[in-house]
């Protein structure tokens, strides 16, 4: 069977904004939800009684349902496709199928978490794990955290390739550089190589700033049909291509602790945009751990399996580094992480492709603005990804 199914309709990204962030003690996930729900909606300049798909997971009993009835919308197609990290560009790529085939012609993403929040109120307490149920029941008896996985595969990496501890921390260090350059990060002094390997043992290799931060907030995306682009305020990012898949749930399913499903996602999204990595102006990759954004770069074709640890070095990842700029807003490492941040990846990446990343922005080497991004968003314990590109034309 084909990979690429063509549509007469093209689907572009309209809109896009965040909540308030950080730090907000006051505000409920619903509210942040409703926040960033209106700025995108004037962001994008289009009347809400478009909306007629909604895309939601992670609160509430039945996500989508109670937060179209918080936003005072009531949708004729919605998703609450729920993989961890990836689920929001899996839901992008949910989206604009159903908007290519026609069955919804703007399909409003949206996300409000208030995790940092919950912790420091003890409305919650940190989780260890997902659970003892189903297939985790053989690993969790045995101590088996979510973040002692990734250290696992970072290890391995480390054993069969040569990975220094010194070049995951380089991704740490160029993260919080690229933050320093937003605003709207929660952490931007810079931190060194040094300061990243003396940190407090997580879980190893992990030290604290191999890991992500804890923050409230949340953001939203609007898609549509081509037929409304003239309407908007601002110019189309036009959805070129997009790739997902399930990789395993318990470690002993993984075939290869040094190969991240993003492999066959990015490939896909890849194909059926028509283009190469070697095509692609910045990247936007989830972040959780060090990590997951060496190996996702391999995985993506950026450069060859076991070269991620070489290829981070030298400040190839900041803005203006000259290399792959990545997570141009200092990524889940330091600007924010409240819980799955894989829309933030699509936010980041629209305000780089239209110009609108003040202080950050990413220039191609004629001074023009970026031409193609990729989003890469990571589920779970490598058990998922969902990748999109996205292009100005």
């Known amino acids: 069977m084909p990979t690429t199914i063509r549509s007469s309709r093209r689907v572009a990204v309209v809109g896009v904004s965040l909540s308030d962030g ?14 960033a729900a209106r700025r995108a909606l004037a962001d994008s300049g289009l009347d809400r009684s478009l909306i007629d798909g909604l895309a939601s997971a992670g609160l509430g009993t ?14 004729r197609w919605v998703d609450s496709t729920a993989v961890g990290g990836a689920t929001w560009e899996v839901m992008a790529a949910h ?11 703007a399909v409003l993403l949206v996300y409000g978490s208030t995790a940092r929040a919950d912790i420091r109120a003890r409305r919650r307490t940190s989780n260890l794990s997902f659970g003892s149920r189903g297939p985790l029941q053989f690993e969790a008896p045995y101590g088996h955290t979510l973040i002692s996985k990734y250290a696992m595969a ?58 992500c931060i804890r923050s ?46 993003a492999a066959v996602s990015g490939r896909l999204a890849f ?37 991620g640890g070489p290829f981070v070095e030298k400040g190839r990842l900041t803005v203006g580094g000259g290399g792959l700029p990545v997570n141009t807003d200092g990524g889940g490492l330091s600007a924010c992480h409240p819980g799955m941040r894989g829309l933030f990846l699509l936010v980041e990446a629209v305000r780089q492709l ?36 996205l292009g100005r034309s």
């Open 271 to 307: 194909e059926r945009a028509g283009v190469r990595p070697a095509d692609i102006d910045l990247a936007e990759i989830y972040d959780a751990f060090t990590y997951m954004t060496l190996v996702t770069l391999e995985d993506l074709g950026f450069c060859a399996k076991g070269e």
């Open 216 to 261: 409230d907030g949340g953001c939203a995306v609007l898609l549509v049909a081509e037929e409304y682009v003239q309407d908007c305020r601002t110019a189309p990012v036009w959805v070129l291509g997009t790739g997902e898949h399930a990789s395993h749930t318990t470690m002993s399913e993984w075939e290869d602790f040094t190969v991240s499903p």
């Open 62 to 75: 039945l996500a989508p349902v109670e937060v179209a009835e918080y936003l005072g919308l009531r949708p």
């Open 154 to 211: 970072a290890r391995r990496h480390m054993h069969q390739y040569g990975t220094t501890l010194e070049q995951l921390a380089e991704v740490a260090v160029q993260a919080r550089a690229n933050a320093a350059l937003n605003p709207e990060a929660m952490f931007r002094d810079p931190i060194t190589v040094d300061e990243v390997l003396d940190g407090p043992m997580i879980a190893d290799p992990f030290t604290k700033l191999h890991c």
């Open 95 to 105: 989206a604009a199928d159903a908007i290519a085939a026609g069955h919804a012609n």
């Open 22 to 35: 950080g730090r907000v003690d006051e505000a409920t996930p619903y509210a942040l939800h409703a926040q």
């Open 354 to 389: 239209r110009g609108e990343a003040e202080g950050r922005q990413v220039r191609r080497a004629d001074g023009s603005l970026p031409e193609l991004a990729v989003a890469s968003g990571t589920g779970g314990w490598f058990c998922s990804s969902g990748t999109v590109v």
